[in-house]
């Protein structure tokens, strides 16, 4: 187990909806200033990091939303620790330009910028905007070029590429990101649960975040992951992990909270986000990938976050949290149902139970039990 504390993210819901596509209440904002006092809020309560979440167009129970970087920037402004990631596409983004607003916004945030590079699973935005959709495997090649050309441009002073999508020829960027002790650039993470997901993390990014897993898949995914980094010679990437986060003072409150999501569940809005990322698996070359076997109900929570089953009283998260840690898991990026009532709970009864368990001896392995949907 890492002696490094497990740290946490949350979704910043900067997109109409929620978390969850269920007609279920979600005292939940999209809006500024409800997501600026969830910033703060955040940063008093145990969270290191945001994610703010990327939509380009009304769809799928997400009608309205705001744009990822602008928004990432003024929750940095709005707080003082907080690392917050702005969630980019390749194909909608060109790296230069998305390395100079980085440098800007890391400056303007004292080192605290951070960016998600999406190698797209929403084909409709991208015909949309009159941009090609690559295949599955494609989109990936596309998202490492993309990665090494912005870290080349973050670090040297002339930057060189020659790719199949991007060609830097003699590129300099003045001011570069800050250079701290924590890190030479502003981290980057990825996400994508493929094989051609898992091997571009291993050669080229910090972190890497996986849609909700238990523990098996957990073990597996981390394996290849850790694979590529040792044949690429590199240190594996940090592993994040999503989770929806049901945290009440009993399990069978907990339980009912999920049972009542998932019973209320917007079935034309789930179905629709199914439609749309059907194709994922089996466009992948060996027929894996995200979504490819997500059922009616992990799609209520449309990264998969009940299958992490943080669902329970305080003790019993606390325990499976820590189980992950010692599997290698190094942060959950997790979405809640009420965010400023939940957010605080986490902070103030799950939090310190974490800490708690980390610093003690190590505990019985935990049941990989994760409650039924209904």
Do not use: C
């Amino acid at each position: 187990m890492s002696a490094q504390p497990v740290k946490f993210a949350y979704w910043v819901p900067n997109v109409s909806g929620g978390l969850v596509t269920s007609r279920i209440e979600q005292r939940t904002d999209w809006g500024y200033e409800y997501n600026r006092e969830l910033a703060v809020l955040a940063e008093h309560n145990g969270f290191e990091y945001a994610l703010s979440q990327v939509r380009y167009m009304a769809s799928y129970g997400a009608e309205y939303q705001h744009e990822s970087t602008g928004f990432s920037l003024a929750l940095l402004l709005a707080t003082q620790r907080l690392k917050v990631i702005a969630a980019v596409h390749p194909g909608l983004w060109h790296p230069g330009v998305l390395a100079k607003f980085g440098a800007t916004a890391d400056h303007l945030s004292n080192g605290r910028f951070a960016v998600n590079v999406v190698s797209g699973w929403f084909k409709g935005e991208f015909t949309a905007l009159g941009e090609p959709w690559l295949e599955h495997d494609e989109r990936y090649r596309r998202s490492e070029e993309f990665i090494r050309a912005l870290r080349a441009i973050w670090t040297e002073d002339h930057a060189e590429l020659a790719g199949d999508f991007y060609r830097l020829r003699d590129f300099s960027l003045k001011p570069k990101p800050l250079n701290t002790p924590e890190r030479p650039h502003p981290e980057i993470f990825q996400g994508g649960n493929s094989t051609a997901a898992r091997a571009m993390a291993g050669r080229v990014s910090d972190w890497y975040f996986s849609n909700g897993r238990d523990f098996d898949g957990v073990v597996e995914q981390l394996a290849d992951v850790r694979a590529s980094a040792a044949r690429a010679g590199r240190t594996p990437p940090k592993f994040g992990l999503n989770a929806f986060l049901i945290a009440r003072d009993t399990e069978a409150e907990a339980r009912e909270t999920l049972r009542e999501i998932v019973a209320r569940a917007d079935t034309e809005a789930v179905e629709g986000f199914g439609a749309a990322v059907r194709q994922a698996g089996p466009s992948t070359a060996d027929g894996k990938g995200m979504w490819q076997d997500s059922t009616f109900e992990d799609l209520v929570q449309y990264n998969d976050g009940f299958r992490t089953g943080l669902i329970g009283t305080p003790e019993q998260i606390a325990e499976r949290i820590v189980a992950y840690k010692r599997l290698g898991v190094d942060l959950f990026l997790l979405g809640f149902l009420h965010y400023h009532e939940e957010v605080e709970y986490f902070g103030r009864r799950v939090l310190p139970l974490v800490r708690e368990l980390e610093a003690g001896p190590p505990a019985a392995p935990v049941a990989d039990s994760v409650p039924a949907h209904a």
